[in-house]
């Protein structure tokens, strides 16, 4: 009768931890629709109903994340969104 043997390893893995931010887009008084929608595909780089349910929240809930990623590269589109008056912030 033959016994067989289960081995269990310890594995380490090694994790890169990335800190992840978010651009945080708010409603305004001044900014239409289309336009914060056109802001979003061309800068966030969102499709078309992307940006639009985006543009729905803001509208409704007063704020959105639009847009998710590591501080240096939110930061220039950041700035492009403050750029063309509209009020964001990463957090």
């Known amino acids: 009768m033959s016994t067989k043997r289960k081995i269990q390893e310890d594995v380490d893995v090694l994790e890169k931890e990335v800190?992840?931010?978010e651009i945080i887009l708010f409603n305004?008084?001044?900014n239409t629709f289309d336009f914060v929608i056109d802001c979003l595909i061309e800068i966030c780089d969102h499709t078309a109903?992307?940006?639009?349910?985006?543009?729905l929240?803001?509208?409704?809930k007063g704020k959105c994340a639009v847009k998710t990623g590591e501080?240096?590269?939110l930061k220039p589109r950041c700035t492009q969104l403050l750029?063309?008056?509209?009020?964001a912030e990463i957090i």
């Open 83 to 87: 750029t063309r008056g509209l009020s």
């Open 49 to 55: 109903e992307q940006a639009e349910q985006c543009a």
């Open 71 to 73: 501080y240096d590269e």
């Open 57 to 60: 929240l803001v509208h409704y």
């Open 28 to 30: 305004d008084d001044v």
């Open 19 to 21: 800190n992840l931010h």
